[in-house]
């Protein structure tokens, strides 16, 4: 495994650990190594308000914890519409 698959991969897993495995349907992030920018897309189980301001509020913890490695964005998004950009996309990186 190299660094940026390392570095996708512990994204990932970061993401899920923080926001919750019980609150995560499923993550994917992909990485634009040119920009260096991570692209972090979240399903979330319940998709409330709540639930929503949760995920932001983790993510600000894991923006930080990769602050000098890349810059990244949030997006949620529910598990088909994930599935569809899986299917088009090349640059997936981590899928949980």
Known sequence: MNETQS???????????????DHVEAVNV????????ALL?????ENSDAEQMRAFDKFI???QMFFDDVSM????????????????????????
Do not use: N, P
Request: glycine content about 6%; charged content about 25%; proline content about 0%.
């Open 61 to 63: 913890d894991v923006e």
């Open 7 to 21: 570095l996708v991969m512990s994204i990932g897993e970061m993401s899920v650990a923080l926001i919750g495995k």
């Open 30 to 37: 992909f990485l634009d190594v040119e920009r260096s920018h």
């Open 73 to 96: 964005e949030l997006r949620l998004s529910d598990r088909g519409s994930m599935e569809q950009a899986h299917a088009s996309s090349k640059q997936l990186a981590y899928r949980a």
């Open 41 to 45: 897309t979240v399903a979330l189980r």
